[in-house]
């Protein structure tokens, strides 16, 4: 099937067709590759990038053509999955994501479950027999899209959530009834009225709009524009807009989303490394504010489904030749790659992967030279800790090292400290909000999250130290303290990290160090 515009790339059933990075970014690329494969992906399309451009230079109008191009692009997700936008008995839903030539991880907007409105959730209940999950997906549009598309503050919405959980007893929304869950999403569109002055739009046509310009527009949001600057991003056009057919992780018991690294990011070593939250979407553990599931947990529950992704990312890897980051989502018993790009890690982990995809056959000398381009083999020293006494708490490493330094509660406290010392970024969850908190931090410590989190990534991209869901720590922000257990330490106090083991310890304590000789005698017969 040919593509309908020079503007537009379709990938999934009947495509063929390859997507340039430059033009469709990174996302649109490989995900039409991975469709060529015959790797399960949902069906979509990607706007060019030239869109964003043409944006900007419009005081952020959209170009004329955008509504007509993503009409055809939802008129072939119709087709390939049989299902129709804006139908009040078999109602399709759309994801809209950004998709820079840059991988920025967690940067910019995504909005999920775009389509829904009071008729197409009678659809989605009337398709499912489920109107727990129609509910769900239903609250979760209306948070994500006040949020994203019009500012809204989210802890507007997290306030009635939690609410609705001590109401219920229960730790997670994941453990809502319907009947919950149908109120909150009452609630968040009677918010959405008090804050906009009208009500939630219900034309699907013009949510997919609304999301398309929020989509364009975060790529010039601060965290953005921070980002770019930290990491000496340069001449980049813009973002795509690749919009996909919703598939649900939050459709059940045997439901859930994830994201999988084919070999571990921060020691190198071969083997999937999972981290998956039942009965949940994809921001959910990307956005390092859920707990997850162990790997363990996904390995005994769904062997079949976690098999086929160990197959999927070993070849993935093979087919791109690097270490492969990947989301997912199961949706009662089938699996789905929503995104595979190269994965960021830390600089022993760089080492040891070129060296292992050079001696498996998968890269050549010169590949794994350019590989190790941007890493400074000279610093690279593994970190242990030496002491008997016993740690304030532990948490789950996401980052190896050991990092000390003076507690920061927030990320303008993390700027003034850090002209004074070193700093340690302590955090319920860390966002990507937080990035220039992250980039003068020796370490992050977050008290919920998951390893796989953005925040976490973008961590071990530079160099951080990094542990998360340590459940005994509590934050005081108003009293400028931090609870491990029974023990109090105040914001200005030291601690250490040590990403080794996940253990946190009040002072500093000795730290030994040790070269990886055997790496790096392999790296410099290469001539490096």
């Keep these: 099937m040919a593509d309908p515009s020079p503007r537009m790339i379709l990938f999934g059933p009947g495509v063929t067709a390859e997507a340039p990075a430059a033009e ?22 990607s706007l060019n990038v030239s869109i964003c451009e043409e944006f900007y230079q419009n005081d952020r109008v959209l170009p004329e053509d955008v509504s007509g191009l993503l009409s055809c692009g939802t008129g072939y997700i119709e087709r390939s999955t049989g299902l129709s936008f804006g139908s009040g008995r078999n109602p399709l839903l759309v994801s809209v994501r950004s998709g820079a030539p840059v991988t920025m991880p967690g940067v910019m ?10 008729e197409t959730v009678r659809g989605l209940i009337y398709r499912t027999g489920n109107p727990r999950f129609a509910w769900d997906s239903y609250r979760r549009f209306l948070e994500q899209f006040g949020r994203s598309v019009f500012g809204h503050d989210p802890q507007v919405y997290r306030a009635i959530i939690g609410q609705y959980r001590e109401r219920e007893g229960v730790e997670d929304e994941s453990e809502l009834d319907f009947h919950s869950l149908r109120e909150i999403a009452e ?39 921070q980002y770019r600057s930290m990491h000496l991003v340069k001449g980049a056009r813009g973002t795509a807009v690749t919009v996909q057919a919703m598939v649900f992780g939050n459709m059940g018991g045997g439901s859930g989303a ?32 859920k707990g997850v599931a162990t790997q363990l947990e996904i390995q005994e529950r769904l062997p079949v489904e976690y098999q086929a992704l ?17 989301e ?29 995809l050079w001696k498996e056959g998968v890269i050549t000398i010169d590949q794994a030279r350019m590989m190790l381009e941007d890493v400074d083999l000279d610093h690279i020293v593994l970190r242990g800790v030496r002491t008997s006494d016993p740690p304030l708490a532990t948490g789950i490493s996401a980052s190896s090292g050991v990092a000390s330094g003076k507690i920061a509660l927030n990320v303008d406290q993390a700027l003034q ?4 010392g070193s700093v340690i970024l302590v955090r319920e969850t860390a966002s990507p909000d937080d990035i220039q908190g992250i980039g003068v931090a020796e370490g992050i410590l977050t008290s919920r999250g998951a390893r796989t989190s953005h925040a976490a990534v973008v961590a071990r991209q530079m160099g951080k130290v990094c542990i998360v869901n340590c459940t005994d720590l509590s934050i005081d922000i ?11 330490v105040y914001e200005g106090d030291t601690i250490t990290l040590d990403g080794e083991t996940g253990a946190v310890y009040s002072g500093t304590v000795e730290v030994t160090l040790e070269r990886p000789e055997a790496l790096l005698s392999v790296v410099r017969s290469w001539g490096l």
């Design 478 to 488: 108003r009293r400028h303290l931090c609870r491990f257990g029974s023990r109090v």
């Design 187 to 225: 609630q968040f569109e009677r918010i959405f009225s008090r804050k906009n002055g009208r009500r939630f739009p219900e034309n699907v046509n013009d949510q997919l709009i609304l999301a398309t310009e929020a989509v364009l527009g975060s790529w010039m949001s601060p965290r953005a524009e």
């Design 24 to 45: 469709y970014g990174n996302k649109a690329a490989v995900l039409a590759a991975m469709a060529h494969l015959g790797v399960p992906v949902p069906p979509g399309f």
């Design 258 to 289: 994830g994201v999988a690294f084919s070999r571990n990011p921060w020691t190198g070593e071969p083997g999937l490394l999972v981290d998956f939250k039942f009965g949940s979407q994809g921001e959910d553990v990307v956005s390092g504010d």
């Design 310 to 326: 160990a197959d999927i990312a070993g070849s993935l890897e093979k087919r791109f030749r690097d270490m492969q980051d990947l």
């Design 417 to 420: 400290f850090s002209g004074e």
């Design 109 to 118: 907007d995504t909005i999920l479950n775009v389509g829904l409105n009071r």
């Design 328 to 356: 997912f989502t199961i949706q009662e018993g089938s699996l789905y790659i929503l995104q595979s790009r190269s994965g960021k890690r830390a600089p022993y982990a760089a080492l040891r992967i070129a060296v292992d």
